[in-house]
């Protein structure tokens, strides 16, 4: 009952703040994050991702790989996790058969290596 009441109340607070998400470690107000960049990315064009399922991350590394290398555009993915799992191999991570902790994908590894920056968190808007 007392659980109910406690879940209530965190619903009540998300309702009246649009900006706050529930997250496995509490309620999170993405916005309140600065974005951090470096010096010579804020002449460059800028390019967000929003999601690093399996188009996402595909796109950052081919934008990564080309446009990043060479300097021309600052390139980020924003996900919520920190490591992306092919969907299609849940089942087999369920039954113990493959290991998450090997056939995963760790952002900010992945990112380093193919010239884009990762951010964990959420989109809240697009403030153009």
Do not use: C, F, M, Q
């Given at each position: 009952m007392k659980s109910d009441m406690v879940e209530a109340g965190r619903a009540?607070?998300?309702?009246?703040?649009?900006?706050?998400?529930?997250?496995?470690?509490?309620?999170v107000d993405y916005s309140a994050i600065p974005e951090s960049r470096q010096?010579?990315?804020a002449s460059m064009h800028r390019v967000l991702i929003v999601g690093g399922g399996a188009g996402g991350l595909e796109l950052t590394t081919r934008l990564g790989d080309s446009l990043g290398?060479?300097?021309?555009?600052?390139?980020a993915l924003l996900d919520k996790t920190r490591v992306h799992v092919w969907k299609p191999?849940?089942?087999?991570?369920?039954?113990?058969?493959?290991?998450?902790?090997?056939?995963?994908?760790?952002?900010?590894?992945?990112?380093r290596a193919?010239?884009?920056?990762f951010r964990i968190g959420a989109m809240c808007g697009l403030d153009r």
């Open positions: 009540a607070v998300v309702e009246a703040n649009p900006r706050l998400w529930k997250t496995s470690i509490g309620l010096g010579r990315e290398r060479r300097g021309k555009v600052s390139i191999h849940l089942h087999e991570i369920a039954s113990g058969t493959l290991d998450i902790d090997v056939d995963s994908v760790e952002y900010l590894a992945h990112a193919h010239h884009y920056r």
